[in-house]
C-alpha cells in the first residue's frame, strides 16, 4: 500500500524499477491478471472466516448494550470479553469460555455494530412515517464542544395512541441560518421518501431563525406545507418564566452561589470538603455547580446544599467563615 503522494507516474516508474526490477518489462495484462488473483484471495479469506449467527447476534447485543449506556466502544474488548471469559470459566468450563472467544468484540466492529443498528432504527422510524399525518419540534442548539447542533424530533399517530421520537441530529457545517436548517430537513424527508404535506405542525422556541413570520424557518416550511401550523414550545417559555425569581428566593441563590463558588474555588478546599463528609458519613462528599443555561439545575444543587448543611457549617468554622456558619445556623435561612 503506497501513500497518495507515491502515485505519481514517475515515482510509480522509479518503485516498479528499483524494487521490482523483474517486473519492469511485464506487459499491462500480467499486472492485471495478478490484481484478479489478490481480489479471489480477498474473497475466500471473508468467506472463510465468517461468524456463525449466534456470536453474531451475540456481538450486536453488547454493541447495543454499549451504544445505551454511552461508553467507548474499545470497553468491549478491554474489559466486557475478559470478565465474560473469567464468569463462564468458572461458572460453567473452558469449552464454553472458548466459544465466547467466537464473538468478534473488536473496537471497529462495535463501532460498525452500533451503525447498523443506527440505520436499521431509522428505517424502521421512517417507514412508520410515510403516508402519516405528522407533528414536528425542531430546535438549533450548541453543545459541550461548541458544536452548533440541528435537532428534530417527530410525533405521529400509531395504533391510535401517540408516539415522539427523534427524527435525526445533525451538524450545521456553516452559518446557521434558516435556509441552511430548512435545506437539511428537505434533503432528509426527501432521501426517505417523506412528503411534505403530511406535516401538519411545527414547535420551536421564539428565535429569529425558528420562528420568523418572513425569512426564517417556519416561514420556509409554510411555504412547502400550507397546511402546517406553528406553536411556541412550552418548555422554552417556561425556561423564561423562571428567570425572574422572587425576591427571598433570588437571595437564597445568591447566597448559595457564593458558598458553593468559596468551596470549590481551590482544589485543597474541595479535598478538605470531602474529607469532613466523608468523616460525618455524608451520603454526598461534594456540592453541585448552578448552571444558568439549564434552570432545573437549581433544584438539585439547593437539595444538595441542604443535605450537607451541617458538613458546610463545620467546613465553613475550619475556614474562619463564621459568617457562613452563622448563616447555617440560622432557622430562617434553612427554612427559605
Not at 115 to 136: F, G, P, R
Not at 187 to 197: I, M, Q
Not at 286 to 305: M, N
Request: charged share 30%; net charge neutral; glycine share 2%.
Amino acid at each position: 500500500m503506497l501513500a497518495a503522494d507515491s502515485m505519481k507516474p514517475n515515482k510509480l516508474r522509479r518503485h516498479l524499477k528499483t524494487l521490482h526490477p523483474n517486473h519492469a518489462d511485464k506487459p499491462l495484462e500480467f499486472f492485471q491478471q495478478k490484481r484478479a488473483e489478490y481480489c479471489q484471495q480477498s474473497s475466500r479469506f471473508v468467506n472463510a472466516t465468517s461468524v456463525n449467527q449466534r456470536a453474531l447476534l451475540a456481538s450486536y447485543k453488547v454493541a447495543y448494550q454499549i451504544a445505551q449506556c454511552k461508553k467507548k466502544h474499545s470497553i468491549a474488548e478491554e474489559l466486557i470479553m475478559p470478565a465474560a471469559l473469567d464468569m463462564v470459566s468458572v461458572m460453567l468450563d473452558d469449552a464454553s469460555a472458548a466459544k465466547i472467544k467466537t464473538i468478534p468484540l473488536s473496537n471497529d466492529t462495535v463501532a460498525r455494530r452500533i451503525n447498523d443498528i443506527a440505520n436499521d432504527l431509522k428505517e424502521q422510524l421512517v417507514d412508520k412515517l410515510k403516508d402519516k399525518l405528522k407533528d414536528s419540534c425542531f430546535d438549533e442548539a450548541t453543545d459541550s464542544n461548541k458544536d452548533c447542533l440541528f435537532i428534530a424530533y417527530v410525533r405521529f399517530d400509531m395504533t391510535n395512541s401517540l408516539c415522539e421520537d427523534l427524527l435525526f441530529c445533525k451538524y450545521v457545517r456553516d452559518r446557521a441560518t434558516a435556509e441552511e436548517l430548512f435545506k437539511m430537513l428537505d434533503c432528509f424527508l426527501t432521501e426517505n421518501g417523506l412528503k411534505w404535506e403530511n406535516c401538519i405542525g411545527v414547535c420551536s422556541d421564539g428565535a429569529q431563525t425558528m420562528a420568523g413570520m418572513r425569512n426564517g424557518l417556519w416561514a420556509l416550511i409554510k411555504k412547502a406545507s400550507p397546511n402546517a401550523e406553528w406553536t411556541h414550545c412550552v418548555i422554552h417559555r417556561e425556561a423564561l418564566a423562571s428567570r425572574h425569581l422572587s425576591s427571598e428566593l433570588s437571595e437564597v441563590m445568591t447566597d448559595i452561589v457564593g458558598v458553593v463558588n468559596f468551596i470549590k474555588t481551590r482544589p485543597l478546599k474541595t479535598r478538605v470538603f470531602s474529607a469532613i463528609c466523608e468523616e460525618m458519613g455524608a451520603e454526598h462528599q461534594a456540592v453541585l455547580f448552578h448552571s444558568e443555561a439549564r434552570w432545573l439545575s437549581r433544584r438539585k444543587i439547593l437539595s444538595r446544599v441542604f443535605e450537607l448543611r451541617e458538613q458546610i457549617r463545620m467546613f465553613s468554622e475550619q475556614e474562619h467563615k463564621y459568617d457562613l456558619a452563622e448563616k447555617f445556623s440560622d432557622e430562617n435561612f434553612l427554612a427559605k
